[in-house]
């Protein structure tokens, strides 16, 4: 067996066409391995068919895709073992247990052993929590034991990779919190995690990586500091006397500031020192009643990139 | 290592949901009903059936309780037994799309044409356990009801009750052997859609149809390429010596029918994108 190689997921101009909608449309996917990655689009930016492309469910119109280094879909059987995957939410028999749903998917998989099923299915559902529901039916199931039970399935075996497609959807903020603790603990061993979302927030609390998907391309992708140094740092300011303090800010290489309110919004550098200015605006006697930095958020970088902001695009 | 339980492992665990079911248990409850019901309505009528009269054998089923399966069979199989079949049979492709299990199972991963197999080898299991219901209860029910002896055979000819007992199985068989090719052309048809209740309906639709061509005299040339054109052939598995050609035909038609849907049913299921 060759090396790993340094992506645990690779396409090539992946497209997936419906008729003549393309909801999936040339996108190239580098995620590395060992990172938390975030897929990050509105509803209907083709986050769940790329995933389904990914994972051998549907086939691609176009294009190219490595799991762990194996070419998909012709290796798809050699890959999949490896690889755990919520796909557009859980879905489970209603009439049978939670540990029983777990027990037949883990039997459908021929590489895994039947010896150990029972202690892993048990340990997969004591890590989601779902100790105490297991021998309920799925049909009495929250909404949000079923995301676990999804997530206990994808952790039947030590796994390389989790594809988890929205897996916070539908929970409580206490569910949500849970969920997201679990996908650190997840990381922290040292497992890729693809993790498709349509929440900022969310990426940007889990995540060190990022694409950002709209309307089934790519409008960016890299390391979250990478796509955050994108935007502008500002300066904010709010002073009594604003006439000198513009002339005095000049002087530091400070224009185009604009007028918010009473507060004064200049783009700067991101090293710029803040304590200087301040020190040079209080020594020609200008009061400073606020002095502070605004690193750019990657919320403005997506209105920079999608122009109508974080909206369903179709 | 564990390479021989591969197979065995997803089939094992294929019965388990089946029979997890209660849906399984009441179409099989169901099906025991049928000679159930006709023997008890038969033990009330008070007038005596002339010989002929009303379905064939339902006459002996008063002299030799050992009729009554015979008899249900013949009461089941236009409507009833096709009905759970289709249901079988209709569910399951498009029964684990609808519920999404589908796309988890495939990820696990399980190779599609060895789930095809399985889930066609689960309905027949299912065929073979509705057949046997029937003729079990059948000869219980016409046990505690009626006199119980040997049989007098269509030829003629009088067998003991344990090789009567033998020929209810192969009745049993016979008709299991003649759901193999409605089976699979409801696996093929599961794999078209992911509404289980459609593929279930368009299953039966399959069987009426063809057993309406079957009574077209017109249509005689279609009729032996019918799936249900042997079906009520298993009467001579009643006759002394036993009649097996009609075994033998059917056999070869249903291999027939098994080997074209499985195909168009691997065609479609190997290259379908599942995006339910
Ligand atoms: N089975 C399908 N047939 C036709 N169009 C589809 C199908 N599934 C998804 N789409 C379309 O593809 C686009 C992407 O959908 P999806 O991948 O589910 O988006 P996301 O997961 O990002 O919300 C949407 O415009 C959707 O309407
Ligand atoms: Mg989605």
Known sequence: ?314 | MFAKSLSLSLMASELRVMFTRRRTWAMLFAIAMIPILLAIAVYLSSDRLAPGEGPPFLDRVTQNGLFTGFTAMLLALPLFLPLTISVVAGDTIAGEAGLGTLRYLLIAPVNRARLLVVKYLGTLVFALAGTFTLMAAGAMIGAILFPVGPVTLLSGDVIQIPEALGRMALVALYTTISMMGMLALGLFISTLTTIPVGAMTGVLIASGVSQILDNLPQLSWLHEWLFTHYWLDFADILRQPMELSSFGDNLLLQLGYVAVFGSLAYGRFTTKDILS
């Open chain 1, 1 to 314: 067996m060759s090396e790993k190689g340094q992506w645990a997921i690779e396409t090539n101009g992946l497209t997936k066409a419906f008729g003549d909608q393309k909801a999936v449309h040339g996108i190239s996917l580098a995620v590395p391995r060992g990172s938390v990655f975030g897929f990050l689009g509105p509803n209907g930016s083709g986050k769940t068919t790329t995933i389904r492309m990914l994972l051998g469910l549907a086939e691609a119109t176009d294009g190219e895709i490595k799991l762990l280094d194996h070419q998909i879909p012709k290796e798809l059987q050699v890959a999949l073992p490896k690889v755990g995957a919520l796909v557009e939410g859980p879905a489970f028999y209603p009439y049978m247990s939670g540990r029983n749903n777990l027990i037949r998917i883990d039997s459908a998989d021929r590489f895994s052993d039947p010896s150990t099923r029972k202690a892993r299915v048990d340990a997969a559902l004591e890590r989601v929590g779902l100790s105490n529901a297991a021998k309920k039916k799925v049909h009495a199931y929250s909404l949000g034991m079923k995301q676990r039970l999804g997530l206990a399935n994808a952790l039947l075996k030590p796994r390389e990779l989790l594809v988890l497609d929205e897996p916070t959807n539908g929970l409580d903020p206490q569910g949500t919190r849970e969920v997201r603790n679990l996908i650190r603990s997840l990381a922290a061993e040292g497992i890729t995690i693809f993790l498709s979302s349509h929440l900022l927030t969310e990426i940007e609390q889990l995540c060190d990586h990022v694409a950002v998907m709209s309307a089934g391309k790519i409008l960016a992708q890299g390391s979250l500091a990478e796509l955050r140094s994108h935007g502008q740092t500002r300066l904010i300011l709010r002073v009594d006397k604003i006439d000198e303090a513009v002339d005095i800010l000049k002087t530091q290489g400070i224009g185009k500031i604009k007028f918010s309110k009473e507060n004064m919004i200049a783009p700067v550098a991101e090293d710029i020192d803040v304590a200087k200015i301040n020190e040079v605006l209080v020594k020609k006697k200008i009061k400073v009643s606020e002095i502070r930095l605004e690193h750019p958020s990657l919320e403005e970088y997506f209105v920079d990139l999608t122009g109508e902001g974080f909206e369903v695009v179709r």
